[in-house]
């Protein structure tokens, strides 16, 4: 099995970003400009031009600062994935060549996926998590013991796997292939934490039962051929 960081994927949407931000904030600041321009150089007065400037100087100063989150967000896309690196890792010692998992996967239109497999079997969503402490899910929803008693969680590892995978269902299907079957997967790497569940909606797993795990459900059958398989990894890698 391949464990592989697709960096150019990342790369290109970093450098979008920050493209589409700085042409943001340069159009927000003419736009600013403008509005101050027309101030001093009153070209007609009236109560529709008066909300026109100041409507121009608010819109600018919005872009202005959008351009710059986008700047920034693009200088500060995540290189890679140590959480997802390690499970790759472990999982190289039980799959052969025939698989490929990707991690730190950022696809346009898809967002941010921690790492995917592709095989035979179809695609694995990961979602991998490092908390710890004791966590109990129940089909879609997840508890966690805090303060002496069970509460409501602040995070749901589920749903944002379910997010991910329906987005994921979504891009293949555009690509050609939305007969590649995507599944997905909850796992959590820190070993100071309990896990219990209620007929999850998605597999839950530790990195020591990952692959008994994926074998009750994803591993246990070949859905799709060789070159799908070579296709669904490219499509993934190119965005």
């Known amino acids: 099995m391949q464990n ?3 960096a150019r994927t990342v790369s290109r949407r970093g450098r979008f970003y920050v493209t589409l931000g700085a042409l943001s904030f340069f159009a927000g600041l003419m736009m600013v400009a403008l509005a101050v321009l027309f101030q001093f150089m009153p070209l007609w007065e009236s109560a529709w031009f008066d909300i026109l400037k100041i409507g121009s100087g608010i819109v600018g100063a919005v872009l202005a600062v959008v351009g710059l989150v986008g700047v920034w967000r693009g200088m500060t896309l995540q290189k890679d ?3 997802a690196y390690a499970v790759g890792e472990t999982l190289k010692k039980s799959l052969d060549g025939r698989y490929t998992y990707l991690r730190n996967v950022s696809i346009r239109g898809v967002g941010y996926i921690d790492a995917v497999l592709v095989g035979p079997p179809g695609v694995l969503v990961f979602r991998i998590v490092d908390y710890a402490g004791t966590w109990r899910n129940e ?4 508890l966690v013991f805090r303060r002496k008693k069970m ?9 944002e796997c379910a997010h991910d995978v329906y987005n994921l ?25 309990k896990l219990s569940a209620d007929d999850p909606v998605i597999p839950i797993c530790e990195i020591r039962t990952l692959y008994p795990i994926m074998r009750r459900d994803y591993l246990r059958e070949e859905r799709i051929a060789p070159p799908t398989v070579r296709q669904t990894v490219n499509a ?3 965005g």
């Open 236 to 238: 993934i890698i190119d």
């Open 81 to 83: 994935n140590p959480l």
């Open 151 to 159: 509460r409501q969680a602040r995070t749901n590892p589920t749903r």
């Open 4 to 6: 592989i960081n697709p």
């Open 139 to 142: 089909r879609a929803n997840w």
């Open 169 to 193: 269902r979504k891009f293949l299907k555009k690509k050609g292939l939305e007969r590649v079957p995507v599944y997905g997967i909850v796992v959590f790497t820190n070993p100071n934490v």
